[in-house]
């Protein structure tokens, strides 16, 4: 069929990530032509034979090998497979959530006697985890401060197996040298794991800094329209079979209607986050100036600490980020954020709306101290018209005064 040979353009590492979130993973011929990947609902799958379902078996942890629901149908691996070349893997696994995500390195990489290194940005649910799962069956955490690069050597024994990276911290913003901390892990035998959400794919590729897996919250921008649920590992071959392994003994499945709405989102992908980088650097230099609020943390600000690194590791920024303001009153926090027409209030991230959240980063933290006094409220700015969104933050922050 000639929608097969228009549709498979050689791409030499040529193509734009615009032209490849609209590309990769794709293939209409497959599908009688159909742009996108149909949804399996499929637990059995059937076989005409007993060899056939042997065969099967014996390759069932190989990539775009169909024998079981839970460990993929051809939808789920399309998928996949375009998270990986988007963030120049070679291998990817859905999984069902964000934070199923985070966790399937470490389950499947550590056992009793490992110590493993975790920045104290992390995202707080992997702490839990990591204190009431993983201490009691003998893994040892360090949490490191995210702005330690190559001192990160100084933490590493010689059981330490895995570090553990997100960059930047989706509280308090710092930004990490991967490289560094990479090169370090190396040298010692330890793999590194990025959680990449912040960014996406489109604006930071860990893979390529040195890091060994990452992870993603497709909930929040792949998803980008706040309706699903989803995780994505992404590693290189050699640590494909093992964390696929995992996966599956693991009982992680990836929905395949959430696949979808994912698989659906990243076409859109790359043109969101522009417009996500945009209003939201435009809005954070904005709030800079204004009298109630004492910090902003938006790494793409010149006076953020983590401004080098990102400048030199990063094309671009998601809609996410923090600010401090001048009040130490939580009752007027409250007023602030509860007078905010078009920022939400809730959890998680990365859909078209914005949002607001007071934050409390001295709860989040144990291994560096957060002094900062002023309450932290989390932003995220979505694709709404930026000027209206500075009208409402203007209106709200009128609330404030210019007292404590
Ligand atoms: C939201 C989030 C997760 C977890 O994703 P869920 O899909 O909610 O489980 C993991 N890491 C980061 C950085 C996140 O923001």
Known sequence: MSVEGRDSVPDDGGLGVDTKVTRAGRNPA??????????????????????????????????????????????????????????????????????????????????????????????????????????????????????????????????????????????????????????????????????????????????????????????????????????????????????????????????????????????TLAVRMRRHYESGLAIARWLAARPEVRRVLHPGLADHPGHALWQRDFSGASGLFSIVLETHTKEKAIAFVEALRLFGLGFSWGGYESLALISDPHHARTATAWNEEGIVVRLHVGLEDPDDLVRDLEAALGLLGDGR
């Not at 993929?72 to 998928?79: C, H, I, K």
Request: charged content about 20%.
């Open 30 to 267: 497959a599908q009688s032509g159909a742009v996108n990947a149909p949804v399996y609902r499929a637990s059995t799958i059937i076989f005409d034979r007993v060899d056939d379902l042997e065969r099967a078996k014996a390759a069932r942890f190989t990539d775009g090998t169909v024998f079981y629901g839970r460990m993929g149908t051809p939808d789920v691996f399309a998928f996949a497979s375009a998270i990986a070349e988007l963030e120049g893997g070679d291998a990817a696994i859905a999984v069902p959530s964000g934070l199923a995500a985070c966790m399937l390195p470490l389950v499947a990489f550590l056992k009793t006697g490992d110590h493993v290194l975790v920045t104290d940005s992390v995202y707080e649910p992997v702490r839990t985890n990591l204190s009431d799962y993983l201490a009691g069956l003998g893994i040892e955490t360090t949490y490191y401060d995210p702005t330690i690069g190559a001192g990160i050597e100084t933490l590493i024994r010689d059981n330490t197996r895995l570090v553990y990276t997100e960059s930047p911290g989706s509280l308090t913003f710092d930004v990490q040298d991967i490289p560094a901390i990479a090169a370090a892990a190396h040298r010692r035998g330890a793999l590194v794991v990025a959680d990449n959400t912040w960014a996406s794919p489109v604006f930071h590729n860990p893979l390529a800094l040195g890091a060994d897996i990452v992870v993603h919250a497709g909930t929040k921008y792949l998803v980008g329209h706040s309706d699903a649920m989803l995780g994505v590992v992404v590693c290189r071959a050699e640590h494909s079979d093992r964390l696929r392994r995992a996966a599956n003994w693991l009982g992680y499945r990836a929905p395949p209607d959430d696949v979808y709405l994912a698989a659906r989102g990243l076409r």
